[in-house]
């Protein structure tokens, strides 16, 4: 359907018009084609979706029609509605994303969950010590060297929107985030989520792969006399084998960062270059913890073992059942 056969009518209505866009949509594949309309029409009228129905009657003004037509043409090529509205909902907050981020997906919070989990259940154990000796003791038992102290020193490695660093500074105030990502433009929508939200003073933001801002002799290699370390290293890194990045739905395959999803052949090139020197960076006791793809988990527990600074190598799975996220222990 033309965009402008709409043009004939004088007064449009939120009803016509979104019956226009759903059709729209659906002519051009879009799947989701009528939720779709009802998402940006909200976000052009400032709405909640609830309006559309309560007010279906509505006159619709000329420059909102002219808009909401603009994303829709846009979302009929493919383009995701997150990058049309330039936001995405990430842990119930609100994430600013552009071109040069992923899309913050529902998988990852499983990852900020378990971090969370890890962070509370070693408070609560530090909390319900009644002595140093007795703290020592328990620590032997379940193989740990040292419970998680405040503050909280945590490196996320490719923050991309922040929305990882972010939700986690939020929930845990006594957590200070170092985050890296190589790409400029996403350090600067992770700066500014991280202001949106609140945690800007606690999050850190260094541009560089992986460790390299950590490498010697950078500026943040040294910290007092002392190598620097982390309690936690969290990242949802790229993990898609290359050869399966053709084979992704086009919204993701043309739209979102190519260096965000592809993770060499086999998917584990830069898992394996993480958890490598992930030791180097790692407080005795403290411990990585990682987004994985489907089916990578056998393979990636093997890696961690391998290397021998690990132990207690778990994982985690997603709402749909799939091995989402491993956690191990530096020794
Ligand atoms: N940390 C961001 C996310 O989880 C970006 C991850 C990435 O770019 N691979 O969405």
Request: include cysteine.
């Amino acid at each position: 359907m033309n965009p402008r056969s709409l043009d004939h009518l004088t007064t449009i209505i939120l009803r016509d018009i979104l019956n226009w866009a759903a059709e729209y949509l659906k002519s051009h594949n879009i799947p989701s084609a009528r939720l779709d309309s009802e998402v940006l029409l909200s976000f052009v009228l400032n709405k909640d979706r609830t309006y559309l129905y309560v007010n279906s009657e509505t006159r619709i003004q000329k420059s909102e029609v002219r808009r909401f037509k603009e994303f829709i043409e846009r979302r009929g090529m493919m383009e995701p509605v997150s990058y049309i509205t330039g936001e995405k909902e990430f842990w119930s907050l609100k994430f600013k994303v552009t071109k040069d981020t992923l899309i913050p997906r529902p998988e990852t919070e499983v990852l900020v969950q378990t971090v969370l989990d890890i962070i509370r259940s070693q408070k609560s154990e530090v909390r319900s010590q009644k002595s140093e000796a007795c703290l020592e003791r328990s620590l032997k038992v379940k193989n740990l060297q040292s419970p998680i102290f405040n503050p909280i020193r945590i490196l996320d490695i490719g923050t991309g929107s922040g929305n990882i660093a972010v939700s986690i500074a939020k929930e845990s105030p006594e957590s200070h985030v170092f985050t890296v990502d190589k790409s400029d433009s996403a350090l600067s929508v992770a700066k500014e989520n991280a202001i949106i939200h609140n945690v800007a003073g606690r999050i850190i933001f260094l541009k560089g792969d992986l460790y390299i801002p950590f490498n010697p002799p950078g500026p943040l290699f040294i910290k007092e006399g002392k190598e620097r370390l982390f309690d936690i290293i969290v990242s949802n890194p790229p993990y898609i084998p290359t050869c399966d990045i053709e084979g992704l739905m086009p919204e993701v395959r043309d739209w979102e960062p190519r260096w965000a999803l592809d993770g060499g052949k086999d998917g584990l090139e830069i898992i394996q270059k993480i958890i490598k020197d992930a030791p180097l960076f790692l407080e005795s006791g403290g411990f990585i913890a990682m987004e994985i793809g489907f089916g990578q988990y056998e393979e990636v527990s093997r890696i961690i073992s391998d290397i021998d600074k690990f132990h207690n190598i778990k994982t985690i799975k997603d709402l749909s059942g799939i091995e989402r996220v491993v956690t191990a222990w530096k020794r």
